[in-house]
C-alpha cells in the first residue's frame, strides 16, 4: 500500500507564474488536508477536503489559492500569480476518518 | 488564533536522559490528540497519540500524557538516542478540525 505520493517534490517558479501541487492520498482514504510549512515555522492548516467537496477551508489565502479533490485524480492545490512570499513546503496529508493523518513528503515551491 | 501552542521551539538533550516536550491547547473540545516527528526534507509521520478519556499511553520509549484541566500534553522519551533528533509537532483534534503546534526541535547529543 503506497503512501502518500506528492509531486513535484521540488517546484521552481518566477513570480506571476502559477504553480499546481498535486496529492494522491493513500488507497482508501478520502480525506485531504493541505498544509503550508513557512521557513523555521511550523505546520499550517490550510484546507480540508472530501471526494469534490471543501469542508474546511479557514486556512487558505482568500486570495490566489485553490484546491480541489476530485471524484478520479489527485488533489490539486492551485497558485495563481506567485509571489515570493509563497515559497514554502506544501504537505499534503490523507485520513481514512478524522483522526491519524498520514502525510506526503512535501512539495518545496521556490519562487523567484 | 493559535489554538495549539508548542513554547519551546527547541530542546537539548543528553544521549540516554529523558527528554520532555511539552503542548498546550486552548479548544476544549478537542479530545484526541498526536504526536508527529519530522526530519529535514520529510513529511510528518505519526509518532504516538491519546485519547482524551486517557490521561497516558505509552508505546515503548515514548510517553505522552494529557492533562485535561491544564489542557497540556507532553511527550516523554526516556532514553533518548541520536535518532531522536527532529522537530516533533503536538496536533488536537475535536473531529471535524485538526490543528498543529508550531514545533519543537528536539537535538540529542551523543
Known amino acids: 500500500n503506497a503512501g502518500v505520493m506528492q509531486n513535484p517534490r521540488h517546484l521552481v517558479r518566477r513570480r506571476g507564474q502559477e504553480a499546481r501541487l498535486r496529492c494522491s492520498p493513500m488507497?482508501?482514504?478520502?480525506?485531504v488536508y493541505w498544509y503550508r510549512q513557512l521557513p523555521e515555522e511550523g505546520l499550517k492548516f490550510m484546507v480540508y477536503?472530501?471526494?469534490?467537496?471543501?469542508?474546511?477551508e479557514s486556512g487558505m489565502p482568500k486570495e490566489r489559492f485553490s484546491a480541489e479533490f476530485p471524484k478520479e485524480g489527485p488533489s490539486i492545490l492551485r497558485i495563481q500569480q506567485v509571489v515570493r512570499g509563497d515559497s514554502a513546503a506544501y504537505f499534503c496529508a490523507s485520513s481514512p476518518g478524522r483522526n491519524e493523518q498520514f502525510f506526503g513528503p512535501g512539495t518545496r515551491l521556490t519562487v523567484l | 488564533d493559535q489554538q495549539v501552542k508548542q513554547n519551546s521551539p527547541s530542546l537539548s538533550v543528553q544521549e540516554g536522559r529523558i527528554s520532555i516536550l511539552n503542548c498546550d491547547y486552548t479548544n476544549s473540545m478537542f479530545d484526541y490528540f498526536l504526536w508527529y516527528k519530522k526530519y529535514p526534507a520529510e513529511g510528518p509521520t505519526f509518532l504516538i497519540s491519546i485519547s482524551s478519556i486517557k490521561d497516558k499511553n505509552e508505546d515503548g520509549r515514548f510517553t505522552v500524557f494529557l492533562n485535561k484541566s491544564a489542557k497540556h500534553l507532553s511527550l516523554h522519551i526516556v532514553p533518548s538516542q541520536p535518532g531522536d533528533s527532529a522537530v516533533y509537532f503536538c496536533?488536537?483534534?475535536?473531529?471535524?478540525?485538526?490543528?498543529f503546534g508550531a514545533g519543537t526541535r528536539l537535538t540529542v547529543k551523543p
Open positions: 477536503l472530501q471526494k469534490e467537496n471543501i469542508i474546511d
Open positions: 496536533a488536537a483534534s475535536d473531529r471535524v478540525d485538526m490543528r
Open positions: 488507497k482508501g482514504h478520502s480525506h
